[in-house]
Structure formats: structure tokens, C-alpha cells
């Protein structure tokens, strides 16, 4: 029986987010540019996104490029910045024939023109599509996009507009950049490291953890169905004890 097989199907999580970490030490390991590393890894990005198609998965969140990342040698943000443009251009009838639609999360205006460019054309052409939704997490970080929302809350209230009385949780969420899809159920992260790095810190509070030693360039569909196998072990008691969560499939409301 394959990994597949032993899926639940009636257990599968809505939003899946990854952070793919590891090309860089797949390229050391070979003795090859790290640049390479990062385009062997756009085959691991076309299998997982095949896998979660094949699953049903409603959204499927990339940590693709951080604000942080920006710090790295010119030469392999430049390089990164092009297989972007190349890998959009390569997928986008992929995108139209599997019913995939794009998305961002990010400082997306800060990538160079041509990235910026193509990324919104790919996102305006598959606007239509309603099977998985692929968010790419481009020039983001979640400090960044946290205080991105504390100033927009600030000016509102200075400006009159918003009673500080009123600011919540709800509301909080509601001006993030990810406000359009819900929450992870499940986060993925490659290569041994056992961090979230900036990643989506307010949205992942009850979201369940997977770490796994494979470097991103080698993680394929069983790794991604090992992944949601682990993920459909777990209890999720959001808070409640194991009792609670047992009474509320019973139709515990409180």
C-alpha cells in the first residue's frame, strides 16, 4: 500500500504552509553554485503543488523568499529574482489547466520590476481558478507584517476613525496580509532546522509542527503524504483537554 493510500481523506488539513530550507546545503553537498541548489528546488515546489492538487487541499502557503533573504550576495537574490520570472512563466499553463489560483503574501512592490510584473499577470490570469490556491510568501516576514498592522491600526486611531476600545483579535486578523484564507492547520519545514523563522508567527498559534531532515530540493510526494499522515495522528485540542474535544463532536458548543 502506498503512503497515499493511508491518508484520510476526510481528514484533510484546508491550508498547508511550508518553509522550504535546505538548497543551499543540497548544492554544498554536491560541490555545485547554491543557485543551482534553488532551481533543483522548483521541482520539489511542482510535486508538492501536484500532491496537495491530488489531495484536495484548499491552500498551499511557500515561504519563497524572506525580507531577511534580501541580506544574501547580490548575485543570488539576482539569480532568485530570475527564477521566479522563469518558473511563472513555465507553470502559468499548469496553473490554468489544474484550476490553480495564484496568490501573495508580502512586500511584494519591493521585488524588481520585471518579477513584480510577471507575478501580477500570472495572479490577474488565474484570479478566476477555485481549485488550490498557492500562496507564495514573497519579501515577507511576519515582524514585518505585524507592525505593518499596528501602524495601520495606529492611524486609524489618531485619525478618529477607530475607538481603541474596538481593537481585537478579529479585528487584528482582519488587516493582515493573509486575511482572505484561514489559518494553517499544518506547518512544514526541511532540513533538520527546528525554527519558524519569521513565518506567519500570529497566524501558526494552533497550527501543528513538522519537521522533517530532508533538504527541500529532495522532498517529493511521499515526504508531503508522510507529512499529512503525521499531521491525521495528532489530537487538536485548540485549548479544550482531551474530554472537551471528545464532548464537542458530541456537540459541545462551549
Do not use: C
Request: proline share 3%; glycine share 6%.
Amino acid at each position: 500500500m502506498s503512503l497515499k493510500e493511508h491518508i484520510n481523506k476526510n481528514e484533510i488539513p484546508v491550508h498547508v504552509a511550508i518553509i522550504m530550507d535546505g538548497n543551499g546545503r543540497w548544492a554544498r553537498k554536491r560541490g555545485i553554485a547554491r543557485t543551482l541548489g534553488h532551481e533543483k528546488g522548483v521541482d520539489a515546489v511542482r510535486e508538492t503543488v501536484e500532491a496537495a492538487t491530488e489531495l484536495g487541499i484548499k491552500y498551499l502557503t511557500l515561504y519563497a523568499f524572506s525580507t531577511e533573504n534580501w541580506k544574501r550576495p547580490k548575485f543570488e537574490v539576482e539569480a532568485l529574482m530570475k527564477l521566479l520570472v522563469r518558473s511563472i512563466n513555465k507553470e502559468r499553463k499548469t496553473f490554468m489547466d489544474n484550476n490553480i489560483q495564484l496568490m501573495t503574501i508580502g512586500d511584494v512592490e519591493s521585488l524588481p520590476s520585471r518579477s513584480y510584473r510577471e507575478l501580477q499577470k500570472a495572479i490577474a490570469d488565474t484570479s478566476g481558478n477555485t481549485g488550490l490556491t498557492l500562496i507564495l510568501a514573497l519579501s515577507y516576514s511576519s515582524r514585518w507584517e505585524i507592525v505593518h498592522v499596528a501602524k495601520n491600526i495606529a492611524l486609524q486611531v489618531s485619525s478618529g476613525k477607530l475607538d481603541p476600545a474596538n481593537v481585537d483579535a478579529t479585528l487584528f486578523t482582519s488587516l493582515l496580509t493573509t486575511h482572505s484564507f484561514p489559518d494553517p492547520e499544518l506547518l512544514i519545514r526541511t532540513s533538520g532546522e527546528f525554527r519558524v523563522s519569521n513565518f506567519l508567527l500570529w497566524q501558526i498559534a494552533y497550527t501543528e509542527l513538522y519537521f522533517t531532515s530532508t533538504l527541500w530540493p529532495d522532498f517529493n510526494k511521499d515526504e508531503f503524504y508522510q507529512a499529512i499522515i503525521d499531521y491525521q495522528g495528532r489530537e487538536r485540542r485548540f485549548g479544550y483537554t482531551s474530554e472537551q474535544i471528545k464532548k464537542r463532536g458530541k456537540g459541545l458548543t462551549t
